[in-house]
C-alpha cells in the first residue's frame, strides 16, 4: 500500500495546494500517510543547505531517503518540494518504488504572474541567486507518471486526475473512515503544537 507521490515543479505551479489536498483526501481514507513539504523539510531538516546544484541535490536526496523510511514501514509520502534536477530525481525514483512522479506543469509566465510569495519579483530585482525559472535551470521530466496541467485546469480538476490514477493502481480505498471534521482537528492540533515547539510546520523559506 505503501508508495511515493512527488509533487515536482516550479515554484508556484500548484505543489503544496495540490499535495496538501491529497494528502487530506488519503487521511480520510484511512491511509497511513506523511506530507514532506520542501519548504518544511528545508527549515527543520535542511536549514544549513544553500541552494547551489549540490545542496539542491542533497536535500532532494534526503527527501527521497525520508521517504524512503517511510515507505518501508507502510506508511506512504507524498512529497512536495521543486526538484529540479534530473539526476536527483532519478536518484529517488531507483530508490523508491512505487515512485509516482507528478510533474506540475505550469508556464514560468503563469507561475511568475502568480508569485504567490512574492519570490519571482526579489529573484527578477537579483535579491535572490539561483531562484528556479530565472537564474537556474528547472530540468523539465521526460516520463513523469502523471503531467499535471496547473496553469490551464482548475486546483479540482488536478486533484482528481491524481486520485484517479491512485485509484487505478489500487492505492486509494474507495470509503472514507474519518469522520467529518476530524482530519481538520488532529492537523490543527499537530500544527499548533509544533508551532509551540518552534517548528514552524508551514510558509516560506526565508532566502
Ligand atoms: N490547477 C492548479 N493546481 C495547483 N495550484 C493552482 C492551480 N490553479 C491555480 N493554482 C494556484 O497556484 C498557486 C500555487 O501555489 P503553491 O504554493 O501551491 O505553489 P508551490 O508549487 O508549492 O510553490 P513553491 O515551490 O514556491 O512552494 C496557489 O495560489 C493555487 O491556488
Ligand atoms: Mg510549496
Known amino acids: 500500500m505503501s508508495f511515493t507521490l512527488w509533487f515536482t515543479g516550479l515554484s508556484g505551479a500548484g505543489k503544496t495546494t495540490l ?38 541535490n542533497l536535500n532532494v536526496r534526503r ?25 536527483s530525481r532519478a536518484a529517488n525514483r531507483a530508490l ?18 502568480r508569485d504567490p510569495k512574492g519570490l519571482y519579483a526579489r529573484a527578477r530585482r537579483g535579491e535572490i ?13 521526460e516520463a513523469p507518471e502523471l503531467d499535471l496541467p496547473t496553469g490551464t485546469e482548475s486546483v479540482r480538476a488536478c ?15 474507495a470509503t472514507r473512515v474519518l469522520a467529518p471534521g476530524e482530519f ?11 508551532a509551540e515547539l518552534g517548528y514552524l510546520a508551514s510558509g516560506p523559506v526565508a532566502r
Open 63 to 87: 527527501l527521497g531517503y525520508i521517504a524512503h523510511l517511510l515507505n518501508r514501514n507502510g506508511v506512504a509520502a507524498v512529497v512536495a518540494a521543486i526538484a529540479p534536477y534530473a539526476e
Open 19 to 56: 499535495s496538501s489536498l491529497v494528502y487530506r483526501e488519503l487521511c480520510l481514507r484511512g491511509v497511513r500517510v506523511e506530507l514532506l513539504d520542501g519548504d518544511a523539510v528545508r527549515r527543520n531538516i535542511s536549514n544549513r543547505l544553500t541552494f547551489s546544484r549540490e545542496d539542491r
Open 129 to 141: 541567486q539561483h531562484f528556479t525559472g530565472v537564474s537556474d535551470p528547472y530540468e523539465t521530466p
Open 96 to 113: 523508491l518504488a512505487p515512485y509516482i512522479e507528478a510533474f506540475c506543469n505550469c508556464s514560468l509566465e503563469t507561475t511568475e504572474a
Open 159 to 173: 486533484v482528481d486526475r491524481v486520485l484517479e490514477h491512485l485509484a487505478g493502481r489500487g492505492l486509494l480505498p
Open 184 to 194: 481538520e482537528r488532529r492537523e490543527s492540533d499537530r500544527a499548533a503544537r509544533l
